[in-house]
């Protein structure tokens, strides 16, 4: 039964198209977040939900705007899409938000491609 | 800011070879530290934790103690096998308000049988 899911698991669009990326995870936890990881595997978190509330929003382009229906949801929208957003998106998800968080739970990734 | 440092790659062993893969961090008070790893195609699942200082997190013959003293959390395991190539994560959180990841660069590790 598979924790934490993304579809989809590869997009390849061209530039200027608008694409989203759906995530879901049935382990009951309340907080989800978004990953960017480069071709170089460096991973750098994009935004992070509890209980629906947007808490962790870093520097990212207004383009890219997640959206939280419900707690086991987390979605990313991305508007006018650049060569350089071609990369591996990770959802993750965690019990609790603050120092007394447990570990992240990670889904497969999106491979986006954009040409 | 805040930051990891971690033992650049890629790291190439031989079968039953001892590893080691060097972690280090700024800043001091996290609550607990982590190693991640990453198979090839796949996401990050979690492979050991420690959760306070002198805390030795194991899981699948790794091991790795917190060390608030030189503010360090090497990853170590005395025989790799060709199934532990993989990329490997060190990540404190930040703590505070939210439980903020911040990776390290990532170590590929490349097993040879």
């Known amino acids: 039964d598979t924790a934490v899911s993304q579809t989809p698991k590869y997009l390849v669009t061209q530039m200027g198209n608008d694409k989203s990326i759906k995530c879901e995870q049935n382990l009951g936890h309340d907080t989800m977040y978004w990953y960017k990881q480069d071709s170089k595997k460096f991973l750098k978190i994009m935004f992070s939900?509890?209980?629906?509330?947007?808490?962790i929003n870093e520097t990212v382009p207004n383009r890219f705007s997640p959206k939280s229906p419900d707690k086991a949801h987390l979605n990313l929208h991305i508007n006018s899409l650049e060569l350089g957003d071609s990369a591996v998106y990770f959802c993750?998800?965690?019990?609790?938000?603050?120092?007394?968080?447990?570990?992240?739970?990670f889904g497969p990734g999106t491979r986006l491609t954009v040409t | 800011g805040d930051s990891v440092t971690q033992m650049e790659g890629p790291v190439t062993l031989s079968e039953e070879a001892f590893l080691t893969i060097n972690c280090t961090y700024t800043a001091t008070g996290y609550p607990s530290l982590f190693w991640y790893v990453q198979y090839p195609g796949e996401g990050l699942q979690l492979l050991l934790k420690a959760t306070k200082a002198d805390d030795k997190g194991s899981n699948k013959g790794f091991e790795a103690t917190y060390r608030k003293e030189t503010t360090s959390f090497h990853l170590e395991k005395g025989s790799v096998q060709v199934s532990d190539s993989a990329v490997y994560f060190c990540a404190p959180p930040l703590g505070g308000a939210t439980n903020k990841l911040i990776f390290g660069t990532g170590t590929l590790l490349a097993v040879q049988p």
């Open positions: 939900y509890n209980n629906k509330e947007l808490i």
């Open positions: 993750a998800s965690s019990q609790g938000a603050g120092q007394g968080a447990g570990e992240q739970y």
